[in-house]
């Protein structure tokens, strides 16, 4: 099934062609869906792009793919913090299932102001037990919050939002200029406006293999969970784009961008004065690739969502209840849409340089979680196969990286060029750490 996702990814990506990519080792993840082949080829279509932009021989090891596509590190004397705070997860309605994605404390706010109860598991199950699913759903989205009630793959088929994504590219390309100069992959800069996890997942990859990736965060966000997995190799600064001077930092930096990479909603950006004209007036060259929840049409365009979330929406989790027999939702055992996304963004930004150096074309490029997951499932479900992996001691690079928490080692990277892996110039850290400013 890997060549299955491929060719449709090839597709995506358009003309020009990638590298030959050669895939290694052996591995299955436990899941009904094929999502070992489906993670495979998103790892193997940006090493194809890789390979392609540099000149080089790559090589995919299946294994450390599917590895790399949950928790890397592994911390020496020191743990890793938890990945979900005490509401979030899968609750029964009392007509179904509904999931609060509840990390961000602004989330969790919103979800317990419309539940009307403390942060207690046990309030909330009761609670949540007195709705509907999707009047609930309905409730804590009008709060500004995230969440997402259980649908089959045939209610979702036929709801908007999955009839909007049905009808959408798995990329949405669209010129932006003409006259692009070439520019290099070593120091190519990359303005990182990504959050949880597709977004990270993607500048990580670049910064590994020679881009200058800038982080910005608000002054207030945080990722505890992850940010140990998706700061590797980059500065970290934040900025509040509602400040005159820290606005004019970013417009700086935006001019001297030549990529771009957000995880806004659609009108986010916009709303912050940042739309579409005034992006090409501050930086014309720039490749601009953006990734959305739930698609960039229908009525659920603006709507906040995670992974899990959309799991939940699109079927992903019903159909895993039913092939486990389970009295509960059962997601993928990866945040593979996530992950399967962050590669595909990836490879869609090296397409887009490899289109400026060889037309001088700049272009927009567009992708969502939930067009994602209709490349997952395009495949088909089916009994549920594989063990799992289990890690031995030569799944570990051999470098320790000195993080701001501890000594670690990671997971040896799945992507080789002419035999050599990635070289992030930087260790995990905390978010907002450097200074606002260009520095590979």
């Not at 994605?101 to 309030?123: E, Q, Y």
């Not at 207030?220 to 930092?249: F, I, M, N, Q």
Request: with cysteine; glycine share 8%; aromatic share 6%.
């Amino acid at each position: 099934m890997t060549d299955h996702f491929l060719a449709q990814i090839t597709d995506a990506l358009g003309a020009l062609p990638a590298g030959e990519v050669s895939i290694v080792s052996e591995g299955e993840l436990p899941s009904c869906f094929h999502t070992s082949d489906f993670a495979t080829a998103t790892v193997a279509a940006a090493a194809g792009e890789l390979a392609a932009l540099t000149g080089t021989a790559p090589v995919v090891n299946r294994r450390h793919a599917l590895m790399w596509f949950d928790m890397t590190l592994r911390p020496h004397g020191w743990e890793l913090p938890d990945l979900w705070d005490p509401v979030a997860g899968d609750y029964r309605a009392a007509d179904g299932w509904i999931r609060l994605h509840t990390n961000a404390p602004h989330h969790r706010d919103a979800a317990l102001s419309v539940i009307k109860c403390p942060v207690d598991r046990d309030a909330v199950a009761a609670k949540v037990a007195q709705w509907s699913k999707t009047d609930l759903e309905t409730a804590i989205v009008a709060a500004d919050g995230c969440a997402a009630a259980l649908h089959s793959q045939t209610e979702w088929a036929a709801h908007p939002q999955g009839e909007a994504v049905a009808g959408e590219p798995l990329i949405a390309w669209q010129t932006t200029a003409q006259d692009a100069p070439p520019v290099s992959l070593t120091g190519l800069k990359v303005l990182d406006l990504t959050r949880v996890l597709a977004g990270p997942v993607a500048t990580r990859l670049l910064a590994g293999f020679g881009a200058d990736v800038l982080r910005i965060d608000p002054p207030s966000w945080d990722e505890p969970g992850v940010v140990p997995e998706v700061t590797l190799g980059k500065r970290c600064a934040g900025l509040d784009l509602t400040d005159a001077a820290d606005r004019a930092r970013f417009e700086a930096l935006l001019s001297q961008a030549d990529v771009m990479v957000h995880g806004y909603r659609r009108d986010a950006l916009a709303k912050l004065g940042y739309d579409t004209d005034s992006l090409r007036r501050i930086a014309p060259h720039l490749i601009d690739v953006s990734l959305n929840a739930y698609g960039h049409s229908g009525p659920w365009a603006d709507r906040r969502g995670f992974d899990s979330l959309v799991q939940m929406s699109s079927g992903i989790a019903h159909t895993g209840q039913q092939h486990a027999g389970a009295g509960k939702p059962r997601p993928l055992p990866v945040q593979a849409l996530d992950h399967g996304t962050g590669y595909l963004i990836a490879a869609a930004v090296l397409r887009a340089v490899r289109m400026r150096n060889d037309t001088g074309v700049c272009s927009t490029a567009r992708l969502s979680l939930a067009r994602t997951a209709r490349l997952l499932t395009s495949a088909g479900d089916r009994a549920f196969a594989g063990d799992g992996l289990t890690e031995t001691p030569a799944d570990l690079a051999d470098h320790i990286e000195q993080t701001p928490w501890g000594p670690a080692q990671r997971i040896t990277f799945p992507i080789t060029l002419d035999g050599h892996g990635p070289n992030w110039p930087l260790p995990a850290g905390p978010l907002r750490r450097h200074p606002a400013v260009w520095g590979r």
